[in-house]
């Protein structure tokens, strides 16, 4: 299982780290991404890290947002700074590895004055 946190409402400018939380899968061996779904909007890929530590973002969150991951925790991170408005939205977790895929449940990320 996945578990996001981390989320809330900060001012434009501002940052938060979300968390994903697993438990239950060979952590070590999948790949994780985070996804955001703003409202009206479909849910696009933010980043993902491979099981290598290989990681690759999005254009519009590249230089202000960071994937991370630690093995021992089994937990993977985001640091978002910079944050702006059009990056509210809800964001979710996802694990993937040789056809198996599971999705946390999302938490929600405001960015307004």
């Known amino acids: 299982q996945l578990q996001a946190s981390g989320g809330g409402l900060v001012q434009p400018g501002g940052s938060l780290r979300l968390s994903c939380a697993t438990s239950?899968?060979?952590?070590?061996?999948?790949?994780l991404a985070w996804y955001r779904q703003a409202p009206g909007k479909q849910r696009e890929l933010v980043t993902r890290i491979t099981n290598s530590g290989s990681t690759s973002y999005t254009d519009s969150v590249k230089g202000r947002f960071t994937i991370s991951r630690d093995n021992a925790r089994n937990t993977a991170y985001l640091q978002m700074n910079s944050l702006k408005p059009d990056d509210t939205a809800v964001y979710y977790c996802?694990?993937?590895?040789?056809?198996?895929?599971?999705w946390g449940k999302g938490t929600q990320v405001t960015v307004s004055s």
């Open positions: 996802n694990a993937a590895w040789i056809g198996s895929s599971y």
């Open positions: 239950g899968i060979r952590f070590n061996f999948y790949a």
